[in-house]
């Protein structure tokens, strides 16, 4: 079965630079939603969109932005990178009739 | 904030033993859980859900009893086998949009 796609895999900025996470959904699903993950730590929620629109937003920095496009994939975009911002970034997706989220392998970010 | 939390933060068994890992939550409106296993490297993925309208649930080898008394949920697994041996995560579902709130992860180690 599809799953849900993330790239790149690792990814390694210098501080004060910009990146890009992206997230594929799995198919007819409509709903992205992107989390943080710290060393030993839970994943904390950022933000999600419903059919390309933000529906919620979590502890998510005004450094970071996201989007969702008519193709349904989400687009994480950081910038000012800053040390604390390395971490493992999820995106889950959704879609009706369940309310499970599946999750993607990760982005892992490291910031030197 | 109200979240959800796990008591112990590791549990070791022996393969073939019944492992039973516990999570307590403070959101008396909560009506929705699900356990994730997460693998190192890897993303959750999902186990097994519950909502607040039943007690027990039971999948493949995995039982989640839920008691909204006391607020707590437990997930046990029979016969444990090497290949269960990850970190767990409770979560909770919290508003209309369906973001999870997690609760720190219990690393669940089988040995042979």
């Known amino acids: 079965a599809a799953g849900v796609i993330q790239s790149p895999r690792h990814l390694i900025k210098e501080k004060r630079e910009t990146a890009t996470l992206k997230c594929y959904p799995i198919p007819r699903h409509d709903t992205v939603y992107w989390y943080q993950q710290g060393p030993g730590q839970d994943p904390q929620f950022l933000i999600s969109?419903?059919?390309?629109?933000?529906?919620d937003k979590g502890s998510i920095p005004d450094r970071f932005s996201a989007q969702q496009f008519s193709d349904y994939h989400s687009e994480l975009n950081m910038s000012s990178l800053e040390l604390g911002d390395s971490a493992l970034y999820f995106c889950?997706?959704?879609?009706?009739?369940?309310?499970?989220?599946?999750f993607g392998p990760g982005t892992r970010l490291t910031v030197l | 904030g109200e979240s959800v939390g796990l008591h112990l933060p590791t549990l070791s068994v022996q393969e073939g033993d019944n492992s039973i890992i516990n999570c307590a939550y403070s959101?008396?409106?909560?009506?929705?859980f699900i356990w994730y296993k997460q693998e190192s490297g890897k993303g959750p993925q999902f186990i097994i859900d519950?909502?607040?309208?039943?007690d027990k649930r039971q999948g493949q080898r995995v039982t989640v009893l839920l008691n909204k008394t006391v607020k707590h949920l437990s997930l046990q697994i029979a016969a444990t086998q090497p290949g269960d041996s990850a970190v767990y995560f409770c979560?909770?579902?919290?508003?209309?949009?369906?973001?999870?709130?997690f609760g720190a992860g219990t690393r669940l180690a089988v040995h042979p």
């Open positions: 969109f419903y059919e390309k629109m933000q529906s």
């Open positions: 889950a997706t959704q879609g009706a009739p369940t309310d499970t989220q599946y």
């Open positions: 979560a909770e579902i919290q508003g209309g949009y369906n973001k999870l709130i």
């Open positions: 959101n008396s409106a909560s009506d929705y």
């Open positions: 519950i909502r607040s309208n039943m």
